[in-house]
């Protein structure tokens, strides 16, 4: 089992999970956490559902509080917060996943842990990195570019969704970057095509 760090907890709970989740949903999983990890450190709770309402404070008529958590519940198993397991007299048994065990959460995570060490746009030592890789010259015309004037172009725009990883950094010429920034090759090919011919011919 994982262990509870509490502001870890918070922090992707918050950023990752409640997005996620309907209000309703959010307090339902908060309440299933208050009740088992953090109340005595094990993923497992046994409650019924009556109970369940009655602490999360619903104003409803009693019978539309047990199908509103019934309906709760299952937003959250299939979401992959909880696993429901057998009932007896006590109450269901459920059990919690603490949010980085939660599928959607991992993916984000995995997301964000790529974006961090794949920036070679901010980092100076990276972005020298690229220049060297491309030997400083301009991926589009081929001009030689010094530390003074070589920029890095986004193959992919950033405003399409392109990142700032090292496949997606080329090194570029201003006159070049001037033309494709923001565009994609493509759109960017004829107007660049142009604009070398012109420069080659002065
Ligand atoms: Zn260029």
Request: proline share 3%.
């Amino acid at each position: 089992m994982t262990k509870f760090d509490v502001q870890k907890v918070f922090e992707q709970f918050t950023d990752y999970l409640m997005p996620a989740l309907t209000p309703y949903e959010a307090t339902l999983y908060i309440f299933l956490l208050r009740n088992s990890f953090v109340k005595n450190g094990s993923c497992d709770i046994r409650i019924g559902k009556r109970t369940i309402g009655g602490n999360l404070g619903s104003s409803r008529s009693q019978s539309t509080a047990f199908s509103h958590v019934t309906e709760l519940l299952k937003g959250l198993k299939e979401k992959g917060c909880i696993r429901i397991g057998d009932t007896n007299r006590e109450g269901t048994l459920y059990s919690i996943s603490l949010p980085e065990d939660i599928p959607l959460v991992k993916e984000k995570l995995v997301v964000t842990a790529e974006q961090k060490e794949e920036d070679f746009f901010n980092d100076p030592e990276k972005r020298k990195e690229i220049f060297d890789r491309d030997k400083w010259l301009c991926h589009y015309c081929g001009d030689k570019v010094t530390d003074k004037n070589a920029t890095l172009d986004h193959l992919i725009p950033q405003c399409k969704g392109g990142g700032h990883n090292k496949n997606n950094l080329k090194t570029c010429c201003l006159v070049c970057n001037a033309i494709k920034s923001g565009k994609t090759y493509e759109e960017a090919a004829p107007f660049l095509l142009k604009s070398i011919r012109e420069r080659k011919q002065q």
